[in-house]
């Protein structure tokens, strides 16, 4: 299936199941910025044991790979775990919902937004910059992070709460990483 179709599939399966999510990660700098490639979905999920068989059944084998056991330990330690198209190649990061305040007031900010002919959950602008910027200090490509917090902050900064940001990049402890893509935008 297309990237699109997984990503639709994972959020029919998400919503069936009662599984509170929000996509983040590239999927959604590039509904809020300059489209890319990518080869993973990224969505934080606030999940739990007893919603396990209903994420197996939903994405079974051959057709896709999902291990349990890697389930079970996501949620006993707040981490990730993924489901892979097998015969597309495309997988799905599920990150668990952590209990840190950036992470719950970000996932309380999210909004329904329609993407792939579908309404979906994503992150706010705001959460999508901060949450890369985050990855990039973290040393997850950092390039790529950048390039896609510009395009978000161009596109989105007549609607951007400054505040909110300049706060949690202080609290984040990059403010420095902000104010860089701030200083190469052009809104």
């Not at 009662?18 to 489209?35: D, R």
């Not at 330990?73 to 990730?80: E, G, Q, T, V």
């Not at 495309?90 to 719950?104: A, G, N, V």
Request: charged share 25%; with cysteine.
């Amino acid at each position: 299936m297309s990237q699109q179709e997984l990503l639709k599939y994972a959020v029919a399966v998400l919503e069936a199941a009662g599984i509170p999510y929000m996509i983040t990660g590239s999927t959604v700098s590039s509904l809020q910025g300059q489209p890319r490639t990518t080869h993973d979905i990224d969505i934080v999920v606030g999940i739990r044991p007893s919603t396990i068989p209903a994420i197996l059944a939903a994405f079974p084998q051959p057709k896709f790979y999902v291990d349990e056991d890697a389930i079970r330990d996501a949620i006993a330690h707040s981490f990730m775990f993924n489901v892979i198209d097998v015969e597309g190649g495309d997988k799905i990061d599920f990150w668990l919902l952590k209990s840190e305040p950036f992470d719950r007031t970000s996932f309380h900010r999210r909004y329904k937004e329609s993407a792939a002919g579908t309404e979906m959950f994503i992150s706010q602008p705001e959460d999508t910059i901060l949450r890369k910027l985050l990855w990039s200090k973290l040393g997850g490509g950092s390039e790529k992070q950048k390039v896609d917090c510009i395009a978000v902050y161009e596109v989105n900064y007549t609607n951007l709460d400054a505040q909110y940001m300049q706060e949690w990049a202080t609290e984040l402890g990059i403010l420095d990483l902000l104010q860089e893509i701030q200083h190469e935008a052009n809104p």
